[in-house]
Nanobody, 122 residues
Framework: QEQLVESGGGLVQAGGSLRLSCAAS????????MGWFRQAPGKEREFVAA???????SHADSVKGRFTISRDNAKNTVYLQMNSLKPEDTGVYYC????????????????WGQGTQVTVSS
């Protein structure tokens, strides 16, 4: 059974850092597009970052230079390092796996984790 489990969320002050982890089972992260999305209350789920099959990564303009996606194939885990956090980064962060149809839209992914809450206070 394919499963993604996120961890690492929490409450942090503006300017602080968090590292989110996404542990995969039943699926090898190196073989799929792995993405991070976030959803704030009352807003649509939005793309944050993706690790594309073969090595390239992509980050949303709103997080470029602050967030970095990476994957550890040996641990079958994907990470999102978040630095210089802002209150507008607050939301539930979801990890997702896709087959490579694309990487920036939620409907391009077919497996999702349960999400982890990130709250950034001002």
């Amino acid at each position: 059974q394919e499963q993604l489990v996120e961890s690492g969320g929490g409450l942090v002050q503006a300017g602080g850092s968090l590292r989110l982890s996404c542990a995969a089972s039943g699926r090898t992260v190196s073989s799929y597009v792995m993405g991070w999305f976030r959803q704030a209350p009352g807003k649509e789920r939005e793309f944050v970052a993706a690790a594309i099959t073969g090595g390239p990564t992509s980050h949303a303009d709103s997080v470029k230079g602050r967030f970095t996606i990476s994957r550890d194939n040996a641990k079958n885990t994907v990470y999102l390092q978040m630095n210089s956090l802002k209150p507008e980064d607050t939301g539930v962060y979801y990890c997702a796996a896709g087959s490579g149809r694309g990487f920036s839209r939620p409907n391009e992914y077919d497996t999702w984790g349960q999400g982890t809450q990130v709250t950034v206070s001002s």
